[in-house]
């Protein structure tokens, strides 16, 4: 079992950053970062892969947000610049034991066993 914790969330203007960090129990899996706002589903903002080689964005993020790891330190990390109220979410992290070594982790929710409790990134305009 992984158990995951998010931390690094708070609130900021527009144009602002911010960076997440989740602390993992161990570094064997695919990790991803979602974003809930209210009243809408859960959406894929990042994902890498576990040596840190692949990483995958969804469009509304990216070149705006970075998704790193340091695998010494069991953590991954989310870099977000350019913050727009849209952005304004429950942020969680996710971890897939199961992805393909090469692979970015997954843009579907399902794929992930496990999850964090979430921080709430505020972005005010």
């Known amino acids: 079992q992984v158990q995951l914790v998010e931390t690094g969330g708070g609130l900021v203007q527009a144009g602002g950053s911010l960076s997440l960090a989740c602390a993992a129990s161990d570094s064997s899996s695919a990790m991803g970062w979602f974003r809930q706002a209210p009243g809408k589903e859960r959406e894929f903002v990042a994902s890498i892969n576990r040596r840190a080689t692949r990483t995958d964005y969804a469009d509304s993020v990216k070149g705006r947000f970075t998704i790193s790891r340091d695998n010494a330190k069991n953590t991954v990390y989310l870099q977000m610049n350019s913050l727009k109220p849209e952005d304004t979410a429950v942020y969680y992290c996710?971890?897939?034991?199961?992805?393909?070594?090469?692979?970015?982790?997954?843009?579907?929710?399902?794929?992930?066993?496990?999850w964090g409790q979430g921080t709430q990134v505020t972005v005010s305009s």
């Open positions: 996710a971890a897939d034991p199961n992805r393909g070594f090469l692979l970015a982790g997954s843009r579907r929710r399902d794929d992930y066993d496990y």
